[in-house]
């Protein structure tokens, strides 16, 4: 039996120490955090994020070989055989880098602290991600330990998904874990392996090198969000043309080399991660001298914020060129279904640029209003929070779907239409809605990468220049 520690109870820490401990009855799982309010909530029963699947895996653990605490986090440091650390690593907004490089603050802390408190050697598994060749640094600062205590530093990054973490979690495409080359780094990555054999097939495990492992984590958020952008980048053409972005990507994704998945065109990617990691990746480069593969890896930030400003320019130009004093609801407000995660959410961005034109926005999200009022900080007493999206659609000039959740497809567009100011307008920014029904209905339809559907033309095609 291990005594596993994991530093950082959020989005990642806290969800796969609970499958971790699940699958591993036979092992301790302790997971600490400087936030006690957080760990309060692990603690409770309203976890302080929400995940499907969660709550059960939680609850099936918790108590027996799961446990959150915030309290003496040294003797736990110094009890742990394996500690991950799963710390936030979020963009520098300060010094040099700002803005690019990662902020590793948090991380050096939590090596700091390994440091005082261990009496025992330990294996040290970077599960945060991190600009590549960081645990080089980790080894330095936990082999000036005078008593020579032995460290292994490991990374196993995380490829979870919020929204779908606990099944990523117990169904993992891969599992990566890098080490270094010599025999005792090996002992510890086969102990990391059969730690998740547990439940992981031993083909999906991968071993390699250390840095292969760091770059990989940020390589494949960038690849990921390259599709992204590519299918967004497309979607501005349909539009031009007729053409509709979601043939175009069943037409492009039916060639197995390319494959269906994330190709959804949208008002954009969001989440914590995305854009940190490649503005990371694009440091990284620049620092190495790299400055061309730096631009070609901007060029897929510059296509998300392209795509959400090119949004709020169709509503304000299909809305008679002004949204001052019109009322606007927002179906959506977390980064993606199924999470109550806001950060870097296009909803908020979205909604920002519509308060910079004087509307009056209004914000319906059945799991993230709390997460977005935090977010908006001073600009949350500008907006209305509604839960119930039809009160949040009462009297609105129109909708922007930016969060595609079910419930958003499955609501009374009728009772809606009915209840709101004409022209009603609908611009669909996850292509979830149908659109010929809405249509049908009386609104008048802007889907991203589509023709629009309207009751009147406007702006006019005879010449004349919107003012
Ligand atoms: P998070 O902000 O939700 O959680 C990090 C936690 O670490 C916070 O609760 C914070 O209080 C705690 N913390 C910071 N310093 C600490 C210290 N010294 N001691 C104890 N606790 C400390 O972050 P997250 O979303 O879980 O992400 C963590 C890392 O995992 C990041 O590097 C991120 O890039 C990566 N990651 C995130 C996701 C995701 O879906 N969110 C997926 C894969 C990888
Ligand atoms: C992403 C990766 O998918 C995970 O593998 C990774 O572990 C994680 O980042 C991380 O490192 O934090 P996540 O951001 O939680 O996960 O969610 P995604 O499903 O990747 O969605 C990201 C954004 O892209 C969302 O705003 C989503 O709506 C958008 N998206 C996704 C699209 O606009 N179109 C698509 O086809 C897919």
Redesign the pocket.
């Given at each position: 039996m291990a005594d596993i520690l994991c530093?950082?109870?959020?989005?990642?820490?806290g969800p796969t120490m609970a499958v971790i401990a699940l699958h591993c009855p036979q092992h301790k799982v302790t997971v600490?955090?400087?936030?006690e309010k957080?760990i309060n909530a692990w603690n409770s029963d309203h976890l302080p994020i929400y995940e499907p699947g969660l709550q059960e895996v939680v609850e099936r653990t918790r108590g027996k070989n799961l446990f959150f605490t915030s309290d003496h986090?040294g003797d736990h440091i110094d009890q742990a055989d394996i500690i991950f650390v799963?710390?936030?690593?979020p963009t520098k907004t300060f010094g040099r880098g700002a803005g690019r490089a990662a902020d590793l603050q948090?991380w050096e802390?939590?090596a700091r602290?390994i440091l005082e408190h261990s009496n025992s050697p330990k294996i040290i598994i970077e599960?945060?991600?991190?600009p590549v060749r960081t645990a080089q640094a980790m080894e330095q600062i936990l082999n000036s330990n005078p008593s020579n205590i032995h460290f292994d530093v490991l990374s196993n990054?995380?490829?979870?998904?919020?929204g779908s973490?606990i099944q990523d979690l117990q169904n993992p495409d891969r599992v990566l874990i890098g080490g270094h080359g010599t025999p005792e780094a090996q002992q510890a990555v086969e102990t990391i392996v059969n730690l998740y054999a547990n439940w992981v097939p031993r083909e999906k495990i991968i071993t390699t090198n250390l840095w292969s492992s760091e770059l990989s984590k940020l390589v494949a958020n960038a690849f990921l969000a390259q599709r992204i952008s590519s299918i967004n980048a497309i979607s501005a053409l349909c539009e031009k043309t007729e053409a509709d972005v979601e043939e175009v990507a069943y037409a492009v994704g039916t060639d197995t080399r390319i494959g269906p998945r994330f190709l959804k065109a949208s008002v954009g990617f969001g989440?914590?991660?995305f854009k940190?990691?490649i503005l990371n990746l694009v440091y990284i480069c620049e620092k190495q001298g790299l400055h061309e593969v730096a631009e070609y890896w901007e060029g897929v930030l510059k296509i998300n914020e392209y795509q959400q400003a090119r949004f709020v320019a169709k509503m304000v130009s299909a809305m008679f060129n002004t949204l001052a004093g019109k009322r606007i609801t927002l179906f959506g407000a977390a980064f993606k279904a199924n999470t109550s995660d806001t950060r870097e959410s296009p909803a908020l961005v979205v909604c920002r640029e519509l308060l910079a034109e004087h509307a009056d926005v209004v914000l319906s999200d059945p799991f993230a209003l709390e997460n977005a009022k935090a977010d908006l900080g001073a600009d949350a007493s500008k907006v209305t929070f509604e839960a119930d999206p039809y009160k949040a659609a009462e009297g609105a000039h129109a909708i922007a779907v930016l969060t595609e959740w079910e419930d958003f497809v499955t609501l009374d567009y009728e009772r809606i239409f009915a209840s709101m100011v004409h022209p009603a307008f609908i611009f669909d920014g996850r292509i979830i809605l149908d659109h010929q029904a809405v249509f049908d209905i009386g609104f008048n339809v802007y889907p991203i990468g589509k023709a629009p559907k309207q009751h009147f033309h406007w702006p006019p095609t005879n010449g004349f220049q919107a003012p």
């Open positions: 530093i950082g109870a959020g989005y990642v820490g600490v955090d400087i936030n957080r986090i799963s710390v936030n690593t948090h802390k939590v602290q599960k945060s991600t991190l990054p995380e490829f979870l998904a919020e973490a989440g914590s991660c940190k990691d």
